[in-house]
């Protein structure tokens, strides 16, 4: 598409407002909880990235670890944000107090995913195990299960966009994982 060609506001509003819809769907059959309809969660994701110039449509957000961020839906349930990352960035394991689901809609991300194998009853010790671990390109999206297995990695392969979609807010405090010495910190 032409830079100079206006966004049709309607219909990425209406593809927003529509994969929003039906992932709040799929989580009341689930109380919430993302993972029984992974698949079909990822599908509804991914066609809202077939829209052409997303990021542009959102509400621009300060972001904590991005180059740029936008928020394109928010309810008290699920939000959908979207980030901008240059190529080496890395975020290191990491929560976000929800599940999350990670998708990028332009250049090339690598993701782990994490579960937690603790109980979490020893403070600042966290037991790690790699869930999930690829190379993700566009329209490939990587879903968490909910906290306490709500942790993830990222390191930027190329400049890239990626979406987010939550089950909630973003918790203002995150634990930062060092999965090789067992151990987080909060900040
Ligand atoms: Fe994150």
Sequence with gaps: MDIN???????VSEAVRTCAHQIHLY?????????????????KIR?????PRLFEAGQK???????????????????IAM???????????HNHGAWLAT????????????????DG???????????EDRIMRPGDVALTAPPP?????TLSITDNTMMVVTGGNFATRRNYYDVGKKCYSVR
């Design 5 to 11: 060609t206006p966004i049709s506001l309607h219909s």
């Design 47 to 51: 066609e809202l990235l077939r829209q």
């Design 121 to 131: 009853s020893r403070e600042l010790h966290a037991d790690l195990r790699v869930a």
């Design 103 to 118: 998708a990028v809609y332009e250049g090339e991300v690598q993701y782990r995913g994490f579960e937690r194998m603790d």
């Design 83 to 93: 980030a901008k990352s240059h190529a080496g960035q890395h975020e290191s394991a």
């Design 149 to 153: 297995h709500d942790i993830h990695e």
């Design 61 to 79: 957000r300060p972001s904590a670890h991005a180059d740029a961020a936008c928020m394109l839906y928010f309810d008290p349930c699920l939000m």
């Design 27 to 43: 989580l009341a059959q689930s109380d919430g909880d993302p993972t029984p309809f992974r698949k079909e969660i990822a599908e």
